[in-house]
Antibody
Framework: QLQLQESGPGLVKPSETLSLTCTVSGGSISSNDFYWGWIRQSPGKGLEWIGSITYSGSTFYNPSLKSRVTLSVDTSKNQFSLKLHSVTAADTAVYYC???????????????WGQGALVTVSS | DIVMTQSPLSLPVTPGEPASISCRSSQSLLHANGHDYLDWYLQKPGQSPQVLIYLGSHRASGVPDRFSGSGSGTDFTLRISRVEAEDVGVYYCMQALQTPLTFGGGTKVEIK
């Protein structure tokens, strides 16, 4: 059974870079059929799709965050990662990694989800 | 961006009674292949969201058959035939037709 687990610092200073890693267990991140995604949840904006990436590194970003987001995959570690640059307090949220079950904007749905990682942006 | 609007915001329910949640999209979610690209999720207290329904009406694996999704185009409904105590939480709809993928604001279901 596929499981996802987020990890990374829970506190990031304003203007710095938020970095999170999602470790995949119970399956290979390199499957041809698999995409991998990030979603965040903040009190102010609800659930927000950040972006998705294929195992080969093709990326799809939310235009509202595109200039600050970098997604990557490390097949050797069965992990994928999120970097969000130049963060502000508005980026404080619970960040989830999840697996889209179809192509991005191709009728995809997210299953499973990680347990979520709370990241607070504060000095 | 496609805007997703859910109603009601809050839904008090009685165990054993039916319940329904509405989701409307600002653009049609009907794909040329005949599927509606609309999903439903439930976020139970203290947990991550979990998929209930995908492609408008397909129940995800392990989801009880008391949950059903219906609708097409811009108007969708999630129905619970007989609410159980474990169904409390916040329900979200999400459109998967175009990027950015967008979610509704959520409907909080609680027991009366």
């Amino acid at each position: 059974q596929l499981q996802l687990q987020e990890s990374g610092p829970g506190l990031v200073k304003p203007s710095e870079t938020l970095s999170l890693t999602c470790t995949v267990s119970g399956g290979s991140i390199s499957s041809n059929d698999f995409y991998w995604g990030w979603i965040r949840q903040s009190p102010g904006k609800g659930l927000e799709w950040i972006g998705s990436i294929t195992y080969s590194g093709s990326t799809f970003y939310n235009p509202s965050l595109k200039s600050r987001v970098t997604l990557s995959v490390d097949t050797s570690k069965n992990q994928f990662s999120l970097k969000l640059h130049s963060v502000t307090a508005a980026d404080t949220a619970v960040y989830y990694c999840a697996r889209p079950r179809a192509a991005v904007a191709g009728g995809d749905w997210f299953d499973p989800w990680g347990q979520g990682a709370l990241v607070t942006v504060s000095s | 961006d496609i805007v997703m609007t859910q109603s009601p915001l809050s839904l008090p329910v009685t165990p054993g009674e039916p319940a329904s949640i509405s989701c409307r999209s600002s653009q049609s979610l009907l794909h040329a292949n005949g599927h509606d690209y609309l999903d439903w999720y439930l976020q139970k207290p203290g947990q991550s969201p979990q998929v209930l329904i995908y492609l408008g009406s397909h129940r995800a694996s392990g989801v009880p058959d008391r949950f059903s999704g219906s609708g097409s185009g811009t108007d969708f409904t999630l129905r619970i035939s007989r609410v159980e105590a474990e169904d409390v939480g916040v329900y979200y709809c999400m459109q998967a037709l175009q990027t950015p993928l967008t979610f509704g604001g959520g409907t909080k279901v609680e027991i009366k």
